[in-house]
């Protein structure tokens, strides 16, 4: 089994930081791509952003120059720094992650619990 554990949600004022971290554990042979999927409230869930084993990253056109996406491969953990939040980033976070268990495994998508952020003053 795996387990993807998040951290660092809270209620932060317009133009303020906060950073989330993801933590992965359990029966983990490789870990592929990294991930942080948004749902506002009404709204669709959506990719904010995405990280490579090798470090490329892709993401999404509203965070791009705020949120900076990157990953320890040794702590198997993805982070989350976003900077200048405004009302409309408040949403429930969620990381994921494709994992192989072992050497013989396809890997699957596996999602952690979320993360509540609300960006109001």
């Known amino acids: 089994q795996v387990q993807l554990v998040e951290s660092g949600g809270g209620l932060v004022q317009p133009g303020g930081s906060l950073r989330l971290s993801c933590a992965a554990s359990?029966?983990?042979?490789?870990?592929?791509?990294m991930g942080w999927v948004r749902q506002g409230p009404g709204k669709q869930r959506e990719l904010v952003a995405a990280?490579?084993?090798?470090?490329?990253?892709n993401y999404a056109d509203f965070v791009k120059g705020r949120f900076t996406i990157s990953r320890s491969n040794a702590k198997n953990t993805v982070y989350l720094q976003m900077n200048n939040l405004n009302p409309d980033d408040t949403a429930v976070y969620y990381c994921?992650?494709?994992?192989?268990?072992?050497?013989?495994?396809?890997?699957?998508?596996?999602w952690g619990q979320g993360t509540q952020v609300t960006v109001s003053s």
């Open positions: 994921n992650a494709m994992v192989a268990r072992d050497s013989m495994d396809s890997p699957g998508l596996y």
């Open positions: 359990g029966s983990i042979f490789s870990i592929y791509t």
């Open positions: 990280i490579s084993s090798g470090g490329s990253t």
